[in-house]
């Protein structure tokens, strides 16, 4: 058993591995300034309301709890909004995250699982992508996962800490038991914003259709978010078991185009669903698709839900019982 701390962990991807940890007997400490997480995510775990500014709060939660690892989620992530606000996203993103890497070093805790992203990668030179692929990202919310991974690296470096970075591809879907999910305020992601269409009748707009893919609309990977959670696990154990840092990418090495995602969303619900062509999203690379060779083959990681359908159908269900997310159940 270990106690974790688990900054952003009211968060959606956060979350998802909160319930995971408890189910492996671990125990998550959750910090996480609830600005987008939701109390009502985490159950049956301390849930401390902080910021990763504030130096104080994080000594304390630190000296009070015994910490032995550490997963990073709290981050801005939205491609576009980083494009328009880039000093929220150095802000809170490396400037933050350092608060959080001095806590552990003062504390001698030395194991952390970072949530890195595909964003680091920028417009990719050949698709899948592996790990060895160059970093180049295009957008300040890519330079901002690629940079506190370098800083993860040089400490590794200088002995001072592991890690384990996760680049995601797209997280999407649901907790298969119904008990979590997706709930963004603005949403901007694509399936939740696509399953509101289909209960509420909005539209949704395509952002861009005039890219170099087979449709003209962007293509991305897909990845269900319980099969993320269960990577962060498997990171959780490496580096337990071995004084041994790395980098993983995680997707399931199928790229979906907007359209198709339409198509899927569309099948599943069986409702109408508007969307718009609209002009592209200022950051978003064409396609980005994931090798996941490396996890594979290095930690075992093996996806129970690879299937764009499957994790359309989660989100459905969880969208359908709380349309308003967190904020109201809808009576059985
Ligand atoms: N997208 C879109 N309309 C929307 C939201 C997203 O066409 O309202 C596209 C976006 O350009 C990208 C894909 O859907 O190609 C996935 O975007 P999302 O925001 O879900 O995730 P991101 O790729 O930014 O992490």
């Not at 910090?31 to 000594?59: C, M, W, Y």
């Amino acid at each position: 058993m270990l106690t974790v701390f688990i900054t952003g962990g009211a968060g959606y991807i956060g979350s998802h591995v909160v319930k995971e940890l408890l189910h492996q007997g671990h125990q998550p400490i959750v910090f996480d300034n609830l600005q987008t997480g939701h109390r009502k995510a985490v159950k049956n775990v301390p849930v401390i309301e902080g910021d990763l500014s504030d130096q104080k709060i994080l000594k304390e939660t630190f000296q009070y709890y015994p910490i032995k690892a550490v997963m990073h989620f709290a981050a801005d992530s939205l491609v576009g909004e980083s494009v328009q606000n880039p000093e929220k996203y150095f802000n809170n993103n490396v400037k933050n995250s350092m608060n959080l890497i001095e806590i552990m070093e003062e504390m001698n805790v030395k194991k952390i699982v970072f949530s890195s992203s595909a964003a680091v990668y920028g417009e990719p030179k050949e698709i899948p992508i592996s790990e060895k692929h160059p970093c180049v990202p295009t957008n300040p919310y890519g330079e901002t996962k690629w940079i506190f991974e370098k800083v993860l690296q040089a400490f590794h470096d200088a002995q001072k800490l592991n890690f384990i970075s996760l680049r995601y591809f797209n997280a999407a879907g649901a907790d298969p038991e119904g008990d979590l999910g997706e709930d963004h305020s603005p949403e901007t992601h694509l399936i939740p914003l696509l399953i509101k269409a289909a209960l509420d009748g909005t539209s949704v707009p395509v952002y861009g259709t005039d890219y170099h893919t087979p449709d003209g609309t962007c293509i991305r990977d897909y990845i269900h978010v319980t099969d993320l959670s269960h990577a962060h696990i498997l990171a959780l154990t490496q580096l337990e078991k071995e004084n041994a840092s790395g980098i993983y990418n995680l997707g399931n090495g199928n790229g979906y185009s907007v359209r198709e995602v339409i198509e899927t969303v569309k099948k599943v619900t069986g409702k109408k669903v508007t969307a718009i062509d609209s002009p592209r999203r200022p950051g978003d690379p064409a396609r980005l698709v994931a090798s996941s060779t490396k996890i594979k083959e290095e930690l075992g990681w093996v996806p129970n839900y690879p299937h764009l359908e499957t994790i359309v159908e989660t989100a459905w269900k969880w969208h359908k019982k709380h349309p308003n997310g967190y904020g109201h159940q809808k009576e059985k």
